[in-house]
């Protein structure tokens, strides 16, 4: 079954189209676009017209894409822009752009769809499973296993973008800004007491550009390295030696330090997902689907 998934997140807006059969996904398009709904809120305390028009354009390119390609359902899902400011307008734009339901997640159901989708595109086995998923406004942390599914799940109101824009201004930050944000990432983790997994996936868009500098996996001494290496560097320098966006680079100090507490919190190295929310989301609407 073609299904289509609209992510709303508080960087980047982005779109999967795929094909849900056995419990599998298979991604036949991808899409995505920065509109930083994110920092729109943390200056504003709102989405104005403006943003909401650019966002308008993003989905309504991103629903005639997902029809191009037939997908049998369709849905919007927006994650902590959705429930870090006002919505109902935000919903509504949406709901108009894309001619599809539109809905706001809980962080749990952001942490469980995560979750699901990080482990449907990997072999796990039987181990014990955790998924952390940091994104710009929250991380949300996951335990559990392929069979039974998510059996812990928390969220704190941390995520790279929220973490930048509140504790690291400067660019590059200073020293005492990067120590001051880690202390903070380990107050906010420090009420977490998860069980412990035997593996872990991280999922979110830090996860994958860490794993473009450090490798397949890591653990806090690698990523203590790569905290290391963006200290120093502006986001202009690092994106460009990075060969990722500047929007991207500005956040990734901070996602950095966010994955590196998470890892010493679980005790494991961390390895980047395959999937995430968007697939948890797919494989969703295709059981709602195939039950209806």
Not at 84 to 98: C, G, K, N
Not at 131 to 145: P, Q
Not at 211 to 237: C, H, K, Q
Request: one cysteine or more.
């Amino acid at each position: 079954m073609k299904v289509g998934v609209v992510d709303v997140g508080s960087n980047t807006v982005r779109l999967l189209v795929a094909a849900v059969a056995g419990g599998e996904v298979r991604s036949l398009r991808e899409e995505r676009a920065h509109v930083g709904l994110g920092e729109e809120i943390l200056v504003h305390g709102r989405v104005r017209r403006r943003k909401l028009e650019e966002l308008a354009g993003v989905a309504t390119e991103f629903g005639r894409i997902a029809r191009k390609h037939r997908v049998r359902e369709l849905e919007t899902v927006v994650t902590a822009p959705g429930r870090q400011s006002p919505s109902e307008r935000l919903l509504d734009v949406l709901a108009r752009a894309t001619h599809a339901p539109v809905r706001v997640l809980s962080a749990e159901e952001e942490g469980r769809l995560a979750y699901t989708g990080a482990v449907a595109r990997t072999d796990v086995g039987d181990d014990v499973v955790a998924v952390c998923d940091v994104g710009g406004g929250s991380t949300e942390l996951v335990v559990g296993t392929a069979l039974l599914g998510p059996a812990w799940v928390r969220s704190v109101d941390i995520g790279s973008l929220r973490l930048t824009a509140s504790l690291l201004h400067g660019d590059p930050p200073g020293i005492a800004e990067i120590e001051q944000a880690r202390a903070a990432v380990r107050d906010a983790l420090a009420i977490l007491e998860p069980p412990r997994p035997e593996r872990a996936l991280a999922t979110g868009g830090s996860a994958r550009a860490v794993a473009r500098i450090v490798g397949r996996a890591y653990g806090p001494d690698a990523l203590d390295r790569v905290i290391g290496f963006l200290t120093g560097r502006s986001a202009e320098r690092a994106g460009a030696e990075l060969a990722v966006p500047v929007h991207r680079a500005r956040t990734l100090l901070a996602g950095a330090l966010i994955l590196a507490e998470v890892s010493r919190l679980l005790g494991v190295e961390l390895a980047p997902a395959k999937g995430g929310i968007r697939e948890g989301v797919a494989l969703r609407l295709a059981s709602e689907r195939a039950a209806a």
